[in-house]
């Protein structure tokens, strides 16, 4: 089964810019995929930031903005604030009514 | 806007079958639009696809899971299932449930519920 990768661990100073990959153990993320990414903060259920690679979801903060770059979605926060410290995921639909989520990235602003 | 929340037992004993509920207000489970849905999260670990259900009652369901999962749609409650049968501890998690809108070339989690922490142990 093809597995999403994602950094396990990032950090980045209050008002600077952190990208964060979503890649597949096999192949390349397309638009194809309809990469989406989402925020899971300790306690609280998921919030979905962006869908269809770069739509920020109602509400969202434009410093937050996705992207393909290369062979991956990218998620980037662009004058990062104190309480974007989070754990993000991206997800993929891999066709046949399947999805799959990375296994997360441990954002540490600081 | 449509709003979720889980109920059903927050402890279940290995072997047995998991059972929750998604009830879903502020929109029909009879939208077209979207694809009613399972996710978990095991305690320090990462967000699982479990399945999904159409209105139509078509359902996909992570394969490494889909011997042991059925989930369902209940259209005269504005409800959908899940099971997940002989479960160990490796099943103990939030359980979320989620609409993916679909249509347009999108797909994706536009709804999510609350969460509900299903323990199994003895």
């Known amino acids: 089964q093809t597995v999403v990768t994602q950094e396990p661990a990032l950090s980045v100073s209050p008002g600077g810019t952190v990208t964060l990959t979503c890649g597949l153990s096999s192949g390349s993320v397309s638009t194809n995929h309809n990469p989406s990414w989402c925020q899971k903060s300790p306690g609280q259920a998921p919030r979905t930031l962006i869908h269809s690679t770069n739509t920020r979801s109602s509400g969202v903060p434009d410093r937050f903005s996705g992207s393909i770059l290369g062979n991956k979605a990218a998620l980037t926060i662009t004058g990062a604030q104190a309480d974007d410290e989070s754990d993000y995921y991206c997800?993929?639909?891999?066709?046949?009514?399947?999805?799959?989520f990375g296994g997360g990235t441990k954002l540490t602003v600081l | 806007q449509v709003q979720l929340q889980e109920s059903g037992p927050g402890l279940v004993k290995p072997s047995q079958t998991l059972s929750l509920t998604c009830t879903v207000s502020?929109?029909?489970?009879?939208?077209?639009?979207?694809?009613w849905s399972w996710i978990r999260q095991p305690a320090g670990k990462g967000l699982e696809w479990i399945g999904r259900?159409?209105?139509?009652?078509?359902?996909n369901y992570n394969p490494s899971l889909k011997s042991r999962v059925t989930i369902t749609i209940d259209r005269s409650k504005n409800q959908f299932s899940l099971e997940v049968s002989s479960v160990t501890a490796a099943d103990t998690a939030v359980y979320y449930c989620?609409?993916?809108?679909?249509?347009?070339?999108?797909?994706?989690?536009?709804?999510w519920g609350q969460g509900t922490l299903v323990t199994v142990s003895s």
């Open positions: 989620a609409t993916w809108a679909y249509g347009s070339g999108s797909y994706y989690v536009d709804n």
């Open positions: 259900i159409y209105t139509s009652g078509n359902t």
């Open positions: 502020g929109g029909s489970i009879r939208s077209e639009s979207h694809f």
């Open positions: 997800v993929l639909y891999m066709g046949s009514g399947i999805s799959v």
